[in-house]
């Protein structure tokens, strides 16, 4: 007798069995809270150079804290992820085994890379979360600074945390892809360290122009306009921006370019 | 054997890397439904690669893979339903127990988890359900990739090389398995180089040479062949003179100085040259029949060299 739940839930729930017993969901949640710790402490330490006075301070902490996420974390952790994610599946050389269930090789890829989204997802939700306590923590700390006084700002944090993931999915599916077909991780983390570093000097270089083509750029361009209010050559579509609908745009391209080549391939 | 009856059917495959490699060449082959088929070839013969053809794992440049009647290649889907598979090192989730790595295959599958329970009690792992795969021994990890490949209850079961690497009682438990599962009415298509192990529970067997079937039908007609010429040793005193007997008429091997063997078309051949040899004045010690056995067969079956 077989269960009636969907075929991709159960796609979707095996891929969650594999993950117990691996590091990738203290990366997640180490990753989010690592972030907001490092805003909570610069804010702790040196907090009146950077907070003005009389205003929401939790503004400027959120939006302080979404540069930080998207300038620091999301590049190199999406690497990290996409990598740890589908290493097991390497290691155990699932490909002769799965590819030979009857099911579509759409179901195996496409779950997994829901489970790499849904990851980046859940460290953006510990960080919202985090940072949200660590104002408030802030708040009994530092009391003339006035966390307490005024509501901390969730709608408006949750909608540019929204704005960075967004801009973080053409790096994801970039590297889900990657990471599929490259056994050995090293290629895939080699590739995303060098992207992060062109992307850093773009960013030096203010090379706006260069960048849009460029996913690697799109948190950090996303991330300085959306967080400091400093230009990063965005261009307004709606209520979205050019550059996180190229950064879908590249998650849907690779996602595809990935599944055709793994579609066709001979598993030896 | 009509194609009909078979539940696997393989015609004119053909299968290489790139265009110069031919690794499968003409390949045909039929698996009759409820035989365990053994599978046989030295390796690097071309048995994986078929294996993983046959399961659509591969994409051939030619021919047909037909499992109940239902092309592979285009039909994978309905093809692989009734398929378990292990192939080589089982694929298993080091980190996860054995009991999770057949969790992983329910939920794929949509099966119910009290299936878990059942197959591992045919693989006899129900005590080390719990325990990591990455601690359980070579033939441990074997048992349950077998017992991955059972979830789905199929009526074929394909395995590569199950007992490779395995130590003697590894090898008993596997093959012991195998028969329970035949008995059962499953279809088992098995590879294997070692023919012993392949003698021993086959009912069907083929061998694979370079890409291509040498041979196909039932043990006892692989042992006919066998029966076909015979092999005798000879002691004599001066196995010089016994070639000067034979005369270029047989063929023969000196040994030694006292040992010739001799390779004959028939039984029939036997005492003539006995006699010839005693009417030379040769004194005759023994006459030992040789064992062409099937080992012997398999090699002369899938070596390179003239036999």
């Given at each position: 007798?077989?269960?009636?739940?969907?075929?991709?839930?159960?796609?979707?729930?095996?891929?969650?069995?594999?993950?117990k017993r691996t590091p990738i969901l203290w990366i997640a949640l180490l990753g989010g809270l690592f972030v907001t710790g490092l805003v909570f402490l610069i804010?702790?330490?040196?907090?009146?150079?950077?907070?003005?006075?009389?205003?929401?301070?939790?503004?400027?902490?959120?939006?302080?804290?979404?540069?930080?996420?998207?300038?620091?974390?999301?590049?190199?952790?999406?690497?990290?992820?996409?990598?740890s994610v589908m290493f097991p599946e390497h290691r155990a050389e699932s490909a002769k085994y799965?590819?030979?269930?009857?099911?579509?090789?759409?179901?195996?890829?496409?779950?997994?890379?829901?489970?790499?989204?849904?990851?980046?997802?859940?460290?953006?939700?510990?960080?919202?979360?985090?940072?949200?306590?660590?104002?408030?923590?802030?708040?009994?700390?530092?009391?003339?600074?006035?966390?307490?006084e005024y509501a901390p700002q969730t709608g408006h944090f949750a909608k540019i945390l929204?704005?960075?993931?967004?801009?973080?999915?053409?790096?994801?599916?970039?590297?889900?892809?990657?990471?599929?077909?490259?056994?050995?991780?090293?290629?895939?983390?080699?590739?995303?360290?060098?992207?992060?570093?062109?992307?850093?000097?773009?960013?030096?270089?203010?090379?706006?122009?260069?960048?849009?083509?460029?996913?690697?750029?799109?948190?950090?361009?996303?991330?300085?306009?959306?967080?400091?209010?400093?230009?990063?050559?965005?261009?307004?579509i709606g209520w979205f921006n050019n550059v996180e609908l190229f950064s879908v745009g590249f998650c849907v391209l690779f996602a595809m370019i990935g599944f055709i080549e793994e579609s066709n391939r001979n598993v030896k | 054997m009509n194609p009909s009856t078979s539940v696997i059917t393989v015609r004119g495959l053909h299968f290489g890397y790139n265009k110069n490699q031919k690794i499968l060449k003409q390949l045909n082959l039929e698996v009759p439904p409820s035989s365990i088929y053994g599978f046989l070839g030295a390796n690097?013969?071309?048995?994986?690669?078929?294996?993983?053809?046959?399961?659509?794992?591969?994409?051939?440049?030619?021919?047909?893979?037909?499992?109940?009647?239902?092309?592979?290649?285009?039909?994978?889907?309905?093809?692989?339903?009734?398929?378990?598979?292990?192939?080589?090192?089982?694929?298993?989730?080091?980190?996860?127990?054995?009991?999770?790595?057949l969790r992983i295959t329910c939920q794929y599958l949509g099966l119910p988890k009290s299936r878990i329970g059942e197959v591992l009690e045919m693989v006899n792992l129900q005590h080390a359900a719990t325990k990591r795969a990455k601690q359980y021994s070579t033939g441990m990890k074997q048992r349950l990739?077998?017992?991955?490949?059972?979830?789905?209850?199929?009526?074929?079961?394909?395995?590569?090389?199950?007992?490779?690497?395995?130590?003697?009682?590894?090898?008993?438990?596997?093959?012991?398995i195998i028969k329970g599962l035949h008995q059962r009415g499953k279809t088992i298509f098995l590879s294997s180089h070692?023919?012993?192990?392949?003698?021993?529970?086959?009912?069907?067997?083929?061998?694979?040479k370079e890409g291509t079937m040498v041979f196909q039908g039932t043990v006892n007609e692989l042992q006919q062949l066998k029966s076909s010429s015979l092999n005798v040793k000879v002691l004599v005193n001066d196995s010089q003179k016994v070639e000067n007997v034979l005369n270029g008429s047989h063929k023969y091997q000196i040994l030694d100085k006292n040992q010739i063997e001799l390779t004959l078309e028939d039984q029939e051949q036997l005492p003539i040259i006995i006699r010839n040899m005693v009417n030379k004045g040769i004194d005759l010690y023994e006459v030992i029949p040789q064992r062409n056995d099937l080992e012997k067969l398999f090699i002369n079956l899938t070596s390179n060299e003239p036999s």
């Open positions: 007798m077989k269960t009636a739940a969907p075929i991709f839930i159960r796609s979707l729930t095996a891929d969650a069995i594999k993950l804010h702790y330490f040196s907090v009146n150079e950077i907070l003005k006075p009389d205003t929401n301070p939790w503004i400027f902490y959120c939006n302080f804290g979404m540069t930080f996420v998207s300038l620091l974390l999301v590049v190199p952790f999406v690497v990290l992820v996409s990598s799965l590819y030979s269930l009857p099911l579509r090789k759409s179901q195996f890829y496409f779950s997994k890379l829901v489970m790499v989204l849904g990851i980046i997802a859940l460290t953006y939700l510990i960080f919202f979360t985090g940072h949200l306590l660590s104002g408030w923590l802030l708040g009994f700390l530092r009391p003339q600074y006035g966390f307490h929204f704005h960075s993931y967004l801009s973080v999915l053409g790096v994801a599916g970039l590297h889900y892809w990657l990471s599929v077909r490259w056994k050995n991780f090293i290629i895939p983390i080699g590739i995303g360290l060098c992207g992060y570093i062109i992307s850093v000097i773009l960013s030096m270089v203010q090379r706006w122009d260069m960048a849009v083509y460029f996913p690697y750029a799109y948190p950090g361009m996303v991330g300085n306009e959306l967080g400091m209010g400093d230009s990063a050559g965005l261009i307004p | 690097g013969a071309g048995k994986s690669t078929t294996i993983r053809t046959i399961l659509g794992l591969l994409k051939p440049q030619l021919g047909q893979v037909q499992i109940f009647g239902e092309e592979v290649r285009f039909n994978r889907l309905s093809a692989l339903k009734n398929v378990g598979a292990l192939i080589e090192a089982p694929s298993l989730y080091r980190h996860l127990s054995g009991y999770d790595n990739g077998l017992a991955v490949a059972l979830l789905s209850d199929p009526e074929i079961l394909i395995l590569d090389e199950p007992v490779n690497g395995l130590d003697p009682t590894g090898i008993i438990e596997i093959r012991n070692i023919l012993s192990e392949i003698e021993k529970i086959a009912t069907r067997v083929g061998i694979i």
